[in-house]
């Protein structure tokens, strides 16, 4: 059983920033890929980044290209979301996922999911 728990959601003004923090627990995680998808009220969950075990190679929706990155530390097992140049549009509860290779960027491919930190981005 894998357990992901994400922290370092809050509020910030349009222009800001936020790294967001997951923290994996309940197994080894060689060979997963980790990543984040987040959802708006209303809207269905989208990916955002996508990150595999050895951190060589990434994926990012367009709509977060050049601003935000994915990173990953696996002696602490833990991913990491670096969002710059924040948007109102990018408000959402972010969700850390995992699954094993290979990458993907489509939400139904991952098994582990955490309970989401939100991020509002005011205007």
């Known amino acids: 059983q894998v357990q992901l728990v994400e922290s370092g959601g809050g509020l910030v003004q349009a222009g800001g920033s936020l790294r967001l923090s997951c923290a994996a627990s309940g197994r080894t995680f060689s060979n997963y890929v980790m990543g984040w998808f987040r959802q708006a009220p209303g809207k269905e969950r989208e990916f955002v980044a996508a990150?595999?075990?050895?951190?060589?190679?990434?994926r990012y929706a367009d709509s977060v290209k050049g601003r935000f990155t994915v990173s990953r530390d696996n002696a602490k097992n833990t991913v990491y979301l670096q969002m710059n140049s924040l948007k109102p549009e990018d408000t959402a509860v972010y969700h850390c996922?995992?699954?094993?290779?290979?990458?993907?960027?489509?939400?139904?491919?991952?098994?582990?999911w955490g309970q989401g930190t939100q991020v509002t981005v005011s205007s």
């Open positions: 996922v995992a699954r094993r290779r290979p990458i993907t960027t489509y939400w139904r491919d991952f098994g582990s």
């Open positions: 990150i595999t075990w050895t951190g060589g190679s990434t």
